[in-house]
């Protein structure tokens, strides 16, 4: 039998690498003060269904529970995120830095990054309008990228209030504006132009939407020029421009060396993104490995106070395929013992185990033989196994509760009293312990 469509199995090395991710993430945490918390798998519908985007409402894995509700395995974490502030964290000060490793499930078409269940990593700062908070988001994302290995990644920014703020001098209302965005974010251009005229957005109007989205570049002074140019009508948006352009400047003082390429007609697919947002990935494949931006509206709209906050999901899952597929020489390999515990002639399984505990208890790892296999085989099977050391206990060792230590590598057995741990330690040098 298989699994559903899209939900994997992970073999060791792929949960291997997935730890490494994680690990880095929560080194990252740390670094930057993000507290880690975990929210539910299942969740109501409504969560998701407010704010999450179209994309996502039409993919989620919803169903009805046994007391009638219909709930939802999560398809993201923000909102869970955003209704944990409103609710259980309301009296907690801002800003709050929260962070999560949790696996999402979306009804996607599996193919290449896109899985039915993946495991997203996330860092949300809450409470802070200052792009210092937006600057710090980029910085932790690099530093984290950096971290797993992914030198050459680069960020796409933008900034979703310029789109929205053009859209609403037209009176375009706020449901069709998110429409509009979905269609933009799936590269439909034409129909999201073809919407924009449906209500009431004028040649002129358009005209500025379409040069806006052709802005993309690296030259960040030129295309704030070529913007502003475009944008003096409406200051609201020249505002958001400079601000994006600050928030660039910080990171870069912050240490991101990445290269950003500014792009005004970005866009994402979930609704609830106010301000600046953005991706990461690495120039060989086409999709993200990283999103987020400002969602100053979320916490207010499940019943908390105005709270503006800024985040980002790094996809651990896309991640990993990424580097099975392109950089396996990075893929660290599963730890596992490198001590063979062996049995020999007539000692007794008492004796074995004994001797397996007593190891144990000193930190090492300690893989016992259980296939009764003989001397030379066990030899083979540890090399094979990439073990540096046997320890082998036969009916003597066992009479003068000794144990022989042999070293695969420098060919070499010495015999020791299993009460003299120091000796023991010096025998087994070089083993990590646990
Ligand atoms: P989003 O929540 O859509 O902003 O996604 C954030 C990140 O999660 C993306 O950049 C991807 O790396 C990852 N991601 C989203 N959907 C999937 C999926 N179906 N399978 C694997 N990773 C995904």
Same mark, same amino acid.
Request: proline share 7%; no cysteine; net charge negative.
């Given at each position: 039998m298989d699994? =559903?469509?899209?939900? $994997? $199995? @992970? @073999?060791? %090395? +792929? !949960? #291997? @690498? &997935? %730890? %490494? *991710? +994680?690990? !880095? *993430?929560? +080194? !990252?945490f740390k670094l930057y003060g993000y507290l880690e918390v975990e929210t539910p798998t299942v969740e109501y519908y409504e969560l998701f269904a407010l704010k999450s985007g179209e994309e996502i409402r039409e993919r989620m894995f919803d169903f009805i529970d046994k007391g009638g509700r219909r709930v939802v395995l999560r398809p993201e974490v923000t909102a869970s995120i955003a209704r944990l502030v409103a609710s259980k964290l309301k009296a907690v000060a801002p800003p709050l830095r929260l962070g999560y490793i949790a696996d999402c499930y979306r009804y996607d078409e599996p193919q290449w990054g896109r899985r039915r269940r993946f495991w997203q990593g996330g860092f949300e700062l809450i409470g802070s309008k200052d792009p210092l908070a937006d600057a710090e988001i980029l910085e932790v994302s690099y530093e984290v990228f950096n971290r797993i290995g992914l030198r050459d990644h680069y960020f796409k920014v933008g900034h979703i209030g310029i789109l929205r703020e053009i859209l609403s001098s037209y009176h375009v209302d706020e449901r069709v504006q998110d429409r509009i965005l979905t269609l933009l974010d799936r590269k439909m251009t034409v129909e999201a132009f073809d919407l924009m005229k449906e209500n009431g957005v004028d040649e002129d109007g358009v005209q500025v939407i379409r040069e806006l989205t052709k802005l993309e570049g690296t030259d960040l002074r030129r295309i704030l020029a070529d913007a502003l140019n475009l944008l003096s009508p409406w200051k609201e948006a020249c505002k958001d421009l400079e601000d994006l352009c600050e928030i660039i400047d910080l990171a870069r003082e912050g240490g991101v060396e990445s290269r950003i390429v500014v792009s005004l007609g970005l866009a994402r697919g979930l609704e609830y993104y106010?301000? /600046? *947002? /953005? +991706?990461?990935? !690495? =120039? $060989?494949? &086409? *999709? #993200?490995l990283n999103g987020g931006g400002r969602y100053d509206n979320l916490i207010e709209l499940f019943g908390g106070k105005p709270t503006p906050a800024v985040g980002c999901a790094i996809g651990i899952t896309r991640i990993m395929q990424y580097i099975l597929e392109k950089k396996p020489e990075e893929t660290p390999a599963p730890s596992r013992p490198k001590i063979l515990l062996a049995s020999v002639g007539d000692v007794s399984k008492k004796y074995v185990m004994r001797v397996a505990r007593i190891l144990r208890s000193m930190g090492f790892g300690i893989e016992v033989e259980v296939l009764s296999r003989k001397l030379p085989s066990a030899i083979e099977y540890a090399l094979k196994s990439g073990m540096r050391f046997m320890v082998i206990v036969g009916g003597r060792e066992e009479a003068e509760e000794k144990i022989s230590i042999r070293d695969l590598e420098l060919r070499r057995q010495v015999e020791l009293p299993l009460s003299d741990r120091e000796r023991i330690m010096e025998a087994l040098a070089g083993v990590e312990r646990i």
């Open positions: 699994t =559903p469509r899209g939900m $994997d $199995d @992970l @073999l060791p %090395r +792929e !949960v #291997a @690498l &997935k %730890r %490494r *991710i +994680e690990d !880095v *993430i929560r +080194e !990252v106010t301000g /600046f *947002i /953005f +991706e990461q990935s !690495v =120039p $060989d494949i &086409k *999709i #993200a």
